[in-house]
């Protein structure tokens, strides 16, 4: 068993369908275990914001490759130990938490160029710090290394009431049936694309939170993931 000084960075994948707790639940592990937290999400998320900014239609896959040329995405920590995201250095943190960019970011997340983009970011950015990074291929092909993967899930009523109260309290108009329709969308939509779709990784382990709260999610979360941690560094039979 490796042991802490020669253990490369530490990785973990937490993927999962929309509105089944990623964001809330990574951020918190991330916090109580002093890792970097990383919402591939938003990457997504601001490449499509580019992409209607510059009227481009999301399925023109040529165009978006050539956009991305000249196009940076980045998460930057904050001091309250939150995260900016930056598309060309501007603060879009907020611009992209509506409904129409998740579902255009469910469009652009299907052209191979801007997975290949992201993806190779990602990486870095893993290769170099201790990570939660959430997703939905993140177990299954950005880290197929990652060394503890979950799989969160709830059905898909649990999942469009948390996203329409979250974006209730951002003050969105969007009524129930619309997030619901969308979730559905993306679920469809992430799951059937040929490169690097959501999907369960072999080795992961499926948390489904439709009947806990996020709370006790993320207790069950930390329990978990801290008999990994110790394992990793002190060896199995410490734990024993
Ligand atoms: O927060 P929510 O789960 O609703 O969405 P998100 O994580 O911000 O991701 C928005 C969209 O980006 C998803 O519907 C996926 O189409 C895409 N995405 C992806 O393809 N791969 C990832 N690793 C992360 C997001």
């Given amino acids: 068993m490796e042991n802490v000084e020669n253990m490369q960075t530490i990785k973990i994948a937490i993927d999962g369908p929309a509105g089944a707790g990623k964001t809330t639940i990574s951020k918190e592990l991330a916090r109580f275990f002093g890792f970097l937290y990383v919402d591939t999400g938003a990457m997504y998320r601001a490449v499509a914001l580019k992409a209607i900014r510059n009227h481009i239609n999301l399925n023109d896959e040529d165009t978006i490759t050539d956009m991305l040329e000249t196009t940076s995405v980045n998460l930057k ?15 879009v943190s907020s611009l992209i938490r509506t409904l129409d960019i998740a579902t255009a970011a469910s469009q652009v997340a299907t052209i191979q160029s801007v997975r290949i983009k992201l993806v190779e970011f990602q990486r870095k950015i893993a290769a170099t710090d201790n990570v939660i990074m959430d997703g939905r291929d993140i177990g299954s092909y950005v880290l197929p290394h990652a060394n503890i993967k979950i ?23 969007t009524t129930f049936e619309q997030v619901k329709r969308d979730i559905k969308f993306r679920d469809k939509n992430d799951s059937s694309r040929a490169f690097a779709p959501l999907m369960v990784a072999r080795d992961a382990m ?7 709260s996020l709370d006790t999610s993320i207790e069950l979360l930390k329990e978990i993931i801290r008999e990994k941690l110790y394992e990793l560094l002190y060896g199995a039979e410490a734990n024993a």
Wanted: aromatic share 6%.
């Fill in 77 to 91: 920590s904050t001091a309250d130990g939150g995260y900016q995201v930056l598309l060309d250095d501007e603060d």
């Fill in 151 to 173: 799989f969160l899930t709830a059905t898909i009523e649990d999942r469009a009431v948390r996203r329409f109260k979250e974006l209730q309290e951002r003050g969105s108009a």
């Fill in 206 to 212: 499926v948390v489904d939170t439709s009947d806990n």
